[in-house]
């Protein structure tokens, strides 16, 4: 049997390919995140690493937004990219610049549903 740190480990690492799967997608479509599919599907990855208390800054494994936002700018390779191009003095490469922007739109709306679910309460009492 799994401990704990096993399972949920093992569901971050499942959120955050799925998640690299859809920001992937979008951009060979040169699709916006922020309509659906792409919304709604990111929007149940974040209910379900809410759900598993995975979401706030000091998680771990961490899923917030930051959080996310580290892991798939490390896979991506992007501060090599951007470290070449101020050490170069030349404009981003276009596949970074353009996974940049990605990255940026999905971490935005992270966010924002993260300090809506927090609040949620406040505004929905008995």
């Known amino acids: 049997m799994q401990d704990q740190a ?3 480990s093992n569901l971050a690492t499942d959120i955050i390919n799925q998640i690299e799967t859809l920001l992937n997608d979008a951009e060979s479509k040169t699709l916006p995140l922020e309509l659906d599919p792409y ?4 929007f149940e990855l ?4 809410e759900a598993a208390d ?5 998680s ?10 580290r892991t798939l700018s490390t896979r991506w390779d992007l501060a090599r990219a951007t470290q070449d191009s ?9 596949e970074a610049l353009s996974k940049m922007r990605m990255l ?14 927090q609040r949620w309460h406040e505004f929905h009492r008995n």
């Open 6 to 8: 096993t399972v949920s």
């Open 60 to 69: 771990d494994p961490d899923l917030s937004a930051d959080g996310i936002g």
């Open 39 to 42: 919304r709604g599907q990111l």
């Open 104 to 117: 940026w739109s999905f971490m935005r709306m992270w966010m924002e549903w993260t300090y809506a679910w």
């Open 54 to 58: 995975l979401v706030d800054d000091d």
């Open 46 to 49: 974040f209910v379900t690493a």
């Open 86 to 94: 101020v050490d170069n003095q030349a404009n981003l490469p276009n």
